[in-house]
């Protein structure tokens, strides 16, 4: 079953909301961790604009799992990464005037710079260093010579597909970038909008996949639940374990 990693960028999006020191995304992530979440997942952005340095050097002291750090190639970003040195570093296009990531990185426009980072990661003691990719296979292909051993599979455009014929046609086009991805000798992730909804088609349908990543959907359901139950509610899907 694959580990369940949750995004608490969202918790410090509200703090920051009101410029507020609470809620605290660092608390967050124990309480995400006591349950059932195997790590946790947060991406610095170039404008801080939900997680703050502060909180990196928090996070790393306080997670006792899986540390996940998104980052962009932006120097000053990587530095703070290599510095930080968590298990996992996934590589995700980034644009200030976006509301989300959107979409995968463009590995074979960028392969020479990629490349470079990758490296620097990886010399910095980073494990595992992942590249965050739309389920192409022309992608999919490039991510090896990168030196990344692992590929984050975008499973936006399923998240975002109509129930029905549409979202079966993107649950398999991400299956089939899986198979060719394990093929390649990568490691296999996923994420972006998985929910409690659609989460049992795509691990149905999926295979391969070593961990994913969750933050909006758990948050959103926090609020009316509590973060841990949201959060142990998803262990549950993630693990199999849903009586449903
Ligand atoms: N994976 C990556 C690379 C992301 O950028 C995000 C969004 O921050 C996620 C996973 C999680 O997406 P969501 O918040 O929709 O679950």
Redesign the pocket.
Known sequence: MPNLLI?I?HVATLRNARRETFPDPVEAACLCEASGADGI?F?LREDRRHINDHDVARLKQAVRGKLDF?LSTNEEIVEICCRTCPELA?L?PERREEI??EGGLDVIRRQADLTVTVDRLKKAGIGEVAL?VDPDVDQIRVVRDTGASTI?LHTGDFANAPAGADQLHEASRIAKAAEFAHECGLIVHA????DYENYRLFSRSVPHVREV?????VIARSIFTGLGVAVTEMARLVKGQDAS
């Open positions: 995004n960028d997942v991406h998104e996934t995700v989300t990531t965050f984050e994420g972006h909008g998985l990543s969750i933050g909006f959907s």
